[in-house]
């Protein structure tokens, strides 16, 4: 059974920055296409970062610049900086078992099999 655990959430004002990590438990985490998504309240829920064994990650345009997805020793982490209040929203961690991203994965929330249970971020200005 896959699991993800997201951690590293929490408040900082603007201009801040916060590291999220997203361990991967039952399985190696190289065999997923790995995606962070967040959700505001009343908003749908969008496609963050996504990165695969290509190690070319991909970035939504509104946080293109500020934040950075890699890998790490469990899973993977996000880096944000020059976080805004936009960025304010529930982040979850995702996956699904493909080796390659496909282009536009993170349009197709429901492809992603695997969700940690997410990871608060609020920014104050």
């Known amino acids: 059974q896959v699991q993800l655990v997201e951690s590293g959430g929490g408040s900082v004002q603007v201009g801040g920055s916060l590291r999220l990590s997203c361990a991967v438990y039952?399985?190696?985490?190289?065999?997923?296409?790995m995606a962070w998504f967040r959700q505001a309240p009343g908003k749908e829920r969008e496609g963050v970062a996504t990165i695969d064994n290509s190690d070319y990650p991909t970035y939504a345009d509104s946080v293109k610049g500020r934040f950075t997805i890699s890998y790490d020793n469990a899973g993977n982490t996000l880096q944000m900086n020059s976080l805004k209040p936009e960025d304010t929203a529930m982040y979850y961690c995702a996956a699904k078992a493909m080796w390659f991203c496909p282009s536009g994965a993170t349009e197709r929330v429901t492809e992603f099999r695997y969700w940690g249970q997410g990871t608060q971020v609020t920014v104050s200005s």
């Open positions: 039952g399985s190696t985490y190289r065999r997923y296409c």
